[in-house]
């Protein structure tokens, strides 16, 4: 039993930090807390969805659709509530409102495309029963988002930390003004972190989506209060923070629902972000606060 | 302006009063027509005037008067409900009123109809304390606090279960209701409650609580959820490998299509009540059905069998009564054994469904929910 809590919490964990990776990326750079977030994982489930069901294509490619599709729609957003701001160097707060009205906003107009109801992908699309590795149960699901999340957080730090572009975004995220008079182009590099970031976090909605058969307008939101914890955990802005914090978050909501009582689940979850709060301000990762001042 | 007004009134009174109007007996009815409610309240309409027409072609009460149904819209408004309840009650004088739908919706209408002694039967108001709103208040529907203890006991009967889990939504006031209710059928059948665990309504993910309780060994599972949750619950506890004879049933919040749309196949054999179902054999349901098709081209749902079983009850209790008087009229309803498409039908002294025999259970078949053989 232990061998298989220690696989679903592994499992929960990857999708927090799928989910929160693209989340502290967009603060660490753009420095904004983008509330949007929580719509994109239900953008990012809706369109393969559709591209599934009424277009047809086959799975694969209804996740890149999704991914690519969220993030044109995350571009499209950020230009036109967060650019401007930005431009006006409004302080941080008007940028979390304008991004909590917009989410409002988007998810309404999404219950009023497709209705409130929950939706699953097509039954076919892949096995609904567990292979068996001695006492565990593994889902086809879930070999899948092990993989997928394994393949992109190795590709996103080998992104970050190796090509050109990543180190432009890590510039960027140091200092703006120094980073455009070393000849970086900074708007450039915000557009292409919005790209990125709601890329990963409409992956992890349709990974949600397929694993848990639940698609809906409003799936982000449990996800958007599970991913403000992991990147305070984490320290905000702290990519590797993120990775290491939704692991644990996830193996900290199943070990209490397992073992102590699942009446704990969510307490246990945000006591832990309290805790870090208090011990650990700048995350588990961090650095002096004072040198983003 | 005023003589306007007078001749207004007096149109009013004019057409309001049709010449028969001494040989029809009144009855109202306050439903939500209009608005997110209709989709209670147009069935429930249906149910009563096929109930009604029904009666009046096999000749209507007292010796050939015809039941007369006045329908108010209430939309599922508290204050519409109220003044519609006024309105049938001072000036259309009706006998009896069927509704409001919603149990908010009774609770301020309700105490008109006491303070006047006119009967108010409940068709659709399943919330505690309905008919302690006063002498007058009837109810016919069936509290989900009626039709789990039976799903309980059917499942121990049929299964010989012993030890169950139990899970539930706790952020719901709904779920938490059914939850008590089914922990107090399990505990009043004898049966060893393994573990409690619960969840949040927006919760997707149940693995650890389904890992936990396939440890312990379970017979069954009972569940008390919202259609959408319960079904991933479903899912994922056959995904984890919780074997197809530890068996699962839920309160009346998975009494929806939607639980085998989502969990597919997880859902087969999933087991749960009701006060009544289209694909009941027996033969005065399936008439009702067809003649429901027929008259509306539409399925009747439970609200609409609920109502068309009211109207025939309240029309079998005037004839009893053999006036329109109303001491006489709440007496003979009272004194009510009715053959229902929800099945035998008889009050409590306080005016609720005293049985439960009606209440069928049904499992997930091939897909959709059906009688057990």
Redo the contacts between chains.
Sequence with gaps: MLAQQLFNAFVLGSVYALFSMGFTLTFGVLRVINLLYGFYVAAGAFLSLVAVRDIGVPLWAAGILGAFGTGIIAVACDSALLTPLRRAKAPELSSLIVTLGGVLLLNSLMLLIFGAEVRRFPVTLLSQSPISFGVLQIGEVQLVIIVIVAVLVTALFLFIERTRLGIAIRAVAENPDAAALMGVNVDAVFIGVSFLAATLIAIAGILIGLNFNAVHPYMGEPLMLRGFAVVIIGGLGDIRGALVAGLALGFIEVMTAGYLSSNFKDAAAFAAMVATLWLRPSGLFGRSVTRRA | MKPAIYLALAITLAFGQPAFSQETVKVGAIEGLSGPIAKYGVPIRHGIELAADEANRKGGVLGGRKIEMIFEDSAGQKDQALNAMKKLLARDRVIAVLGPTLSNEMFAAGPAAVERQIPAIGTSTTADGITDIGEWIFRTAMPEADVIPVTVATVKKRYGIKRVALMYS?DDAFTKSGFDVIKAAVQKQGLEIATI????T????F???L??I??LNVDAIGISALA??G??VV??A????IAPNVVMFGGNGFNSP?VA??????AEGFMVGTPWFIGKKDPLNQQFVAAYKQKFNDEPDQFAAQAYDSLLILAEAIERAGTTENTRLREALLKTDHKGVLGPFRFTPHRDPASTEGVLVLAVKNGKFDTLD
């Design positions: 706790n665990e619960t969840f949040s927006k919760d997707t993910d693995s650890a609580q890992t936990k396939k440890g959408e949750a079904a991933g899912l994922q056959r995904q984890l490998g939607k749309e989502i969990a597919g196949k997880a």
